[in-house]
């Protein structure tokens, strides 16, 4: 599990056999994974399996029973000041001051770290896109326009680490995309981490350079979601033919199993090739050829065993 | 040092940029002004420094109730709005984050008293013409000037207003629940002068080292003492030990505090 990425870079977050207990009750059960440099790292369960719990020790807004959380290096625990400055958070929603205005809440974080400039607290409302509704009231605000403010405060101070609870709770599709968009670009352009929770896969699978799947508090599975395709690599591909039983019979042992409307079979790049040759050669008429991959809902069904999801 | 009062300036932000403040603010200042407005009908217009006194004996329990609500909201009003997590994860540590706020509420309170004592003197000169007030003093008294007088019952009430604001501020940071905090201190303001007189009844020691018993400093000045007529030195060594033990919870709970939901 404690996979180091390549070059060796020394991962931003390592949590170490994290436990949290609560009375009887274990919530976090001995969490162990690393959070490379520069990806955005998706963190995804089911409600209830203690994602917020492991945001909130991380940030050091909840205790750790047992464990060690360390930032860059520095423990959370007995180095929290040298931290948490690396960190940018949104801990569930994001709740500001609704009785200041926006400016105002900006002006509130940024004096907590010294060093942020009045340019750069204006550089950060251009670049959510604040500008026009920054010195009204945030009770005034929609929840979008919340988000942004929300995700203004957790950049201010450039962070290494940036933080995500839930960020597309209530966000409209284009609301999600751009932040989607936004996160991506922070990750590839400005070198941030980007640590992001959710329970929905599909937006996951979007955003996110590797997924960390828990569940009831323990950690399932860390997969890698980006360059997962690579060449050599064999994926299902389907092919959509008019005689699907000319094409199995074509296709021979390949075939993983047959459909209405094609085949599916089991290939890497250059094999999809060479069966699309047999195919024309055994007459059957090709209309198109895509790779299934199995989407992170199967695979999260798969491993949690479908536990319920909602 | 200078990062730190940066963190009060965020607190004082949050506390003057809401309208409630000022709210609070106008009313109290109207009273000594309808109190004075009243004494123009009187026949014989009486000092402004007798006015000056019978504003603070009249409005001290009005302050103390509007310094525990800002000291009810001050860190339970971060709780029930959510904000408190944004605000902690900062490179901070809790307890300075929690002196903070405690020494922005203390500004309020001083401001506050500060305020009204100006306003009441400057309405109650301007309508009643100032005088030196010599008239108040008591024959054989101690007292230089009148305005030494009442500042001095100013400072006993401050005290007394800072001990119930702590009292509020360690509630509201236990239970992380302003309107309990609001209760319970207004309770022991209202109630407490009812309860002490006939707590005053048994004839048991420990009583007197009940806190609201110690309330009512402000009889020393003219040589009286609280319902417990004990000496001065007593009444202070009951408050602050009151005071520290507030003290202590609010921060020993504020800084192992899990902060969840």
């Known amino acids: 599990m404690l996979e180091l990425r390549k070059g060796g870079a020394e991962p931003v977050v390592r949590l170490l056999n994290v436990t949290k207990r609560i009375g009887r009750r274990t919530i976090i059960d001995d969490l162990t994974f690393d959070v490379p440099q520069g990806e955005v790292f998706g963190f995804l369960g089911p409600n209830g399996s203690g994602k917020t719990t492991t945001i909130r020790m991380m940030v050091g807004l909840m205790r750790l029973t047992s464990g060690e959380i360390l930032i860059k290096g520095r423990n959370i625990r007995s180095e929290y000041e040298a931290a948490i400055r690396q960190v940018g958070a949104i801990v569930e929603n994001p709740e500001l001051y609704r009785y200041l205005t926006g400016y105002q809440n900006l002006l509130h974080y940024a004096r907590m770290i010294p060093g942020i400039s009045r340019e750069r607290i204006d550089e950060v409302i251009e670049l959510v896109g604040l500008s026009a509704r920054i010195h009204d009231k945030v009770k005034t605000y929609s929840l979008g326009m919340r988000q942004r403010l929300g995700v203004a405060q957790a950049i201010l101070h450039r962070p290494a680490l940036l933080i995500l609870d839930e960020p597309t709770n209530g966000l409209d599709p284009a609301g999600i995309r751009e932040l989607r968009d936004y996160l991506r670009h922070l990750a590839e352009k400005e070198g941030t981490t980007v640590f992001v929770s959710s329970h929905l896969l599909s937006e996951m699978e979007l955003m996110c350079d590797r997924v960390a799947i828990i569940q009831s508090g323990k950690l399932i599975d860390v997969r890698l979601i980006r360059g997962g395709a690579e060449s050599g690599h064999r994926a299902e591909v389907l092919f959509e033919v008019d005689r699907p039983d000319a094409a199995s019979a074509a296709l021979g042992a390949a075939v993983l199993r047959t459909e209405s409307g094609g085949v599916v079979v089991s290939a890497g790049r250059e094999e999809a090739a060479d069966m699309n040759a047999r195919l024309v050669a055994a007459g059957v008429r090709v209309y198109g050829i895509r790779t299934v991959t199995k989407s992170l809902e199967d695979q999260f069904l798969e491993v949690t065993g479908g536990g319920r999801i909602d | ?261």
């Open chain 2, 1 to 261: 040092m200078t990062d730190f009062l940066r963190l009060i300036q965020n607190e004082n932000m949050k506390i003057y940029r809401r309208v409630r403040t000022w709210v609070m603010l106008a009313v109290t200042l109207l009273i000594p002004l309808a109190i004075a407005i009243g004494a123009l009908a009187l026949d014989n217009r009486p000092s402004m420094w007798t006015y000056a006194q019978i504003d603070i004996y009249a409005t001290s329990w009005l302050i103390s109730t509007f310094a525990v609500v800002i000291a009810a909201d001050i860190v339970a009003g971060e709780f029930s709005s959510g904000t408190i997590k944004l605000l902690l994860i900062r490179p901070w540590t809790r307890s300075k984050i929690l002196l903070s706020k405690y020494i922005a509420l203390l500004l309020f309170v001083l401001l506050f008293l500060a305020a009204f004592f100006l306003f009441s003197l400057l309405v109650n000169g301007l309508l009643l013409g100032f005088d030196d007030g010599s008239n108040i003093l008591p024959a054989d008294s101690k007292w230089r000037s009148a305005f030494a007088y009442v500042a001095s019952y100013y400072g006993f009430r401050l005290i007394e207003i800072i001990v119930t604001v702590t009292l509020a501020f360690m509630i509201s940071t236990v239970f992380r629940s302003s309107s309990l905090a609001i209760g319970l201190s207004i309770l022991m303001l209202l109630g407490g002068s009812i309860l002490s007189a006939l707590l005053s009844l048994i004839n048991k020691p420990w009583v007197d080292y009940i806190l609201f018993m110690n309330f009512g400093l402000a009889a020393y000045l003219d040589g009286g003492t609280p319902i417990t007529g004990r000496p001065l030195g007593f009444s202070l060594a009951v408050l602050g030990g009151y005071y520290a033990i507030f003290i202590a919870l609010s921060w020993y709970v504020f800084h192992r505090r899990d902060v969840a939901a």
